[in-house]
């Protein structure tokens, strides 16, 4: 992680203004969106949305023809740019043989992806922007920081400066009175302006309109008011049909700023009356600049292809609690959050792209709620993936991930060995270092010390039921076998009062999850490998896990993994057909606990939903049935599924952003009252229990299986 | 046959959730006389109205002692407190209005004065976006020049995440159903 991009967080960190706007807004937007899809089927739409976008990408340059034709035909000219070089060219050309002095612009992702005003004012054309957020970016030299609402980290008094500065006056920061010193001074702009600049949310192919959605109103006087109006629009924005227009519009508005539909929706095809220069009625000059710039690039990858379904409402920013804390800027000029990493990769540039994708904690809250139905971690795992494929891998990194992790003995004696010699720093249980990838870990929050035994080797203890149902290969994984054994104890002891017998079969790897994090798809196969034939070779009914980042892995990674491999995919899928997170499972067997026996000891507990667990494998009810269905009372946190931030080595690379995230899970958790914080997840467990160690907090962290331990005899 | 008396509910509903006024009338007599009184209530001094059937109509009826303006508006709408045009499908469940603005006047009113009084037939009202978007698409291979759907008056959010309203269009929307057109060609 370079210097430049961690300078960048850690003025974010320290920007209270930004902070506390980004932190109140990710409080208030999901309400608010909820509200606006009440009624409707979110699933449903967003199914929709990206069937038609991906439909239409396939055909991008013939979508571009199309309306390229139908548009002419109506009296527009249309220009095919194949690069941003191109389009810039054709603007400016347009703009100096019609001698334009200003420019009034409507918002436009596209023009910033480009630098449009750039280049305009180094032709001696004013640019001004008139969406009022951009224009206060404008005024104030900056860059947008959202792709939604770009001033979102200024104040009212910021405003106000930049606004008495522009107008020379002295104007209070009072926000009707600064919108209406906008109004007036962007309204002499707009009557005055020989061309207006615009950009567009869908352009239909079959029938060369241009769909473009503001509140303002500012596109309507932009696309009005000059003689000339260009628009530019990224190539992704083609739909085949005029319906799809209604498809986008259900969601876009929605999604972005919780309203049903946005003030405006201005449909434009081809050219319209308009005032001339001389003041008579005639015909505008209207020019649609359709752009590609690594567009069909992407649509020919065939793993990025789907970014593409973007409509760019900006909820995956909204949602993601990275980007609550450093705002947009960290990301770069233009395209922000996880969205915006990948898009710069192919629009502006790979490298810059390559360091941001870091920043993703991998949570998938953003994925939950996009509207194109993007995977964007995934695709953020896979620009990953790239880089190290690109700049390689440090030799350390490699011996690791290809040697140590694979091999559980040489794993668990460099831990040994490595907690040894950090042994001054162990106190109360608690290890102040790890070594290795756990290394690091210690920033605000204690970890549990190395269990002096690991799970593997205290197996001959474990209980055994008289008859068995079933055989369960039960599967580790770093944390439960090196940090947590006590979590197979207890599954062991749940397992024997489903009368089902509990194998450990010793072969078994790491789950693969931080060599796939580091890119290094490799190793993570050969663990795929390596575990399955353990598991094979144990003859298991089920394979059940504690840890829902190794189920995932288990169950869905290792499927990717080695579909492509004609002696492994087959196996592959019928491994991960019986692989199961060990509290789906046991809710699935025992009717929601019911059939466990479950004596009813009293404890009131909150329940923290890890992001794997809940997101990527869609277990939500079944942990809250078990606590339950075991006497006790659950006391639901207020943001119940929002990150820990652990995400694995994530708070090793950066504590700065997983600590704040952090604290706001434990204010959560203190505010519920409860005595017991539960989770589904040792990761979880290691984060937030961690974090109220530090923090000398007397509630205790369990894991659903401890809770359903302590209510059953052995 | 759509029941218009629970479409118009639900659009009034819908649209004076963000901020637009929401009136009924019988035929366009009574739409001139409501308008008198909206200008005389506001004490707008100058009306820049498009041209239309029921517009004309309405300015026919209406006893306005005030500035009315149907020509070279790009300069009249501009510093019209009142712009007055026909709008041509109410959307119910959302409290939008969709208008074909090609007329360059209907835009120049609709969007320079302070207030935008959008006159609708109450047949016009249809259930929902998709309904709406259904129609236009029946016609798209004639599709329009300069197509609009307007929600409310003009907002932002962008200082601070604080609702405004009115910015660089109407500060007021006020739409007037008028269930009995009469006599006039869309009938
Ligand atoms: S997965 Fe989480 S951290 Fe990553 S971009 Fe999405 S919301 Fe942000
Ligand atoms: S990636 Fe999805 S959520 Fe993010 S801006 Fe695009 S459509 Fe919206």
Not at chain 1, 459 to 478: E, T
Not at chain 2, 107 to 122: D, E
Request: with cysteine.
């Amino acid at each position: 992680m370079s210097n430049r991009i961690r300078a960048k967080i850690n003025k974010a960190l320290n920007d209270d203004n930004l902070r506390g706007a980004l932190g109140r807004f990710a409080n208030d937007y999901l309400g608010s969106r909820a509200k606006a899809y009440k009624g409707r089927n979110f699933e449903d739409l967003r199914d929709i949305i990206a069937e038609r976008k991906n439909c239409s990408a396939q055909k991008m340059e013939e979508l571009a023809q199309q309306f390229k034709k139908n548009a002419e035909a109506r009296g527009a000219k249309v220009f095919i740019a194949k690069t941003a070089e191109d389009a810039k060219k054709y603007i400016l050309d347009v703009a100096l043989a019609n001698k334009v002095e200003m420019v009034v612009k409507s918002k436009s992702m596209a023009s910033e992806e480009i630098h449009l005003n750039k280049l305009l004012q180094e032709n001696g054309i004013t640019a001004a922007e008139t969406d009022l957020g951009e224009w206060i970016i404008q005024l104030a030299g900056q860059t947008p920081s959202h792709m939604v609402m770009p001033a979102i980290h200024m104040t009212r008094d910021e405003v106000a400066d930049y606004f008495s500065k522009e107008t020379n006056q002295n104007l209070s920061p009072d926000i009707p009175q600064l919108v209406q010193v906008a109004r007036q001074e962007l309204r002499e702009k707009f009557l005055t302006a020989g061309m207006g600049i615009s950009g567009a949310n869908a352009a239909v192919a079959e029938t060369g309109t241009l769909a473009i959605v503001t509140n303002e109103g500012n596109a309507r006087l932009t696309t009005t008011l000059p003689p000339i109006h260009v628009a530019l629009v990224g190539m992704e924005k083609l739909v085949e049909k005029f319906t799809d227009v209604g498809s986008v519009l259900e969601c876009l508005p929605r999604s972005a700023t919780g309203q049903q539909l946005t003030s405006y929706v201005t449909m434009i095809t081809g050219a319209n009356p308009t005032n001339l220069s001389d003041g008579t009625v005639g015909t505008k000059d209207m020019h649609i600049v359709l752009m590609d710039n690594g567009r069909t690039q992407m649509r020919d990858d065939e793993k990025f292809n789907q970014a593409l379904q973007c409509i760019r409402c900006a909820s995956c920013l909204n949602v993601c609690p990275i980007f609550a804390l450093v705002g947009g800027h960290v990301y770069g000029d233009v395209y922000t959050g996880g969205i915006g990493t990948i898009l710069t990769a192919f629009f502006n540039d790979f490298d810059d792209a390559g360091e941001l994708q870091n920043l993703c904690i991998g949570c998938e809250r953003c994925k939950e709620v996009c509207p194109g139905k993007i995977d964007i971690p995934g695709l953020i795992l896979e620009l990953r993936n790239r880089v190290t494929a690109k700049q390689g891998m440090p030799t350390s990194q490699k011996f690791l991930l290809n040697t140590v992790l694979p091999n559980r003995k040489l794993f668990h004696s460099m831990l040994k060995v490595g907690s040894k010699t950090q042994k001054p720093f162990v106190s109360d249980n608690k290890i102040r270092h790890l070594p290795l990838f756990l290394a690091g870990m210690t920033e605000g929050r204690s970890l549990p010390a190395l269990a002096e035994t690991p799970l593997r080797d205290q197996l001959y203890r474990l209980a055994k039921p008289k008859k068995s149902k079933a055989k369960i290969g039960f599967f580790g994984g770093c944390l439960v076998d090196f940090v947590y054994p006590e979590l197979g104890k207890a599954a062991n002891k749940v397992l024997k009062n489903m009368d089902m017998e509990m194998v450990y079969p010793l072969e078994q790897a790491c789950c693969g999850v931080p060599a796939g994090h580091l890119g290094a798809t490799d190793a993570h196969r050969k663990m795929a490998k390596q575990n399955i034939e353990a598991f094979e070779k144990a003859n298991v009914d089920y394979v059940v896990t504690v840890c829902p980042t190794c189920t995932s892995s288990l169950k869905h990674e290792f499927v990717e993994l080695l579909k492509d491999d004609p002696a492994w995919a087959d196996r592959a899928e019928k491994f991960a057909d019986n692989v199961f997170d060990f509290v789906e499972f046991v809710a699935k067997n025992t009717n929601d606990g019911k059939d466990l026996g479950l004596k009813s000891i009293k404890e009131s507990v909150t329940y923290h939903d890890s992001c794997h667990l809940r997101r990527h494998l869609g277990v939500i009810e079944e942990p809250r049935n078990l606590i339950k269905e075991g006497g006790m009372e659950l006391k639901e946190l207020q943001w119940p599924d929002r990150c820990c931030g652990f995400g694995g080595s994530y708070s090793i690379r950066y504590p700065e952003l997983s600590q704040p995230i952090m604290d706001a899970k434990l204010e959560d958790i203190t505010n519920t009252g409860a005595e017991t914080l539960s989770t589904a997840c040792p990761g979880c467990m290691m984060q937030i229990g961690g974090g109220l160690d530090n923090k000398k907090s007397s509630i205790n962290v369990k894991h659903v299986v401890e809770l359903l331990a302590d209510r059953l005899t052995d | 046959m759509a029941d218009f008396d629970k479409l118009f509910e639900q659009f009034k509903t819908a649209a004076e959730a963000v901020s637009a006024q929401v009136y009924r009338v019988k035929d366009l007599n009574e739409a001139g006389s409501l308008l008198s009184t909206l200008v005389e209530e506001d004490g707008a001094k100058k009306l820049a109205a498009a041209s239309s059937p029921m517009v004309d109509k309405c300015l026919n009826t209406a006893n306005l002692n005030i500035e009315v303006k149907t020509d070279d508006l790009r300069k009249n709408a501009e510093d019209a407190d009142f712009g007055l045009s026909e709008l041509d499908m109410a959307v119910a469940e959302i409290g939008s209005l969709q208008q074909d603005c090609t007329d360059l006047n209907k835009r120049l009113v609709s969007m320079l004065p302070h207030t935008h009084v959008a006159i609708v037939r109450t047949d016009s009202l249809v259930a929902n976006l998709l309904e709406a978007m259904a129609k236009i698409d029946e016609i798209k291979d004639n599709i329009p020049g300069y197509m609009a759907f307007i929600t409310g008056p003009s907002r932002t959010a962008d200082i601070e995440r604080v609702l405004t309203i009115g910015v660089h269009g109407p500060v007021k929307l006020k739409v007037i159903f008028v269930d009995n057109p009469g006599g006039d060609s869309n009938e």
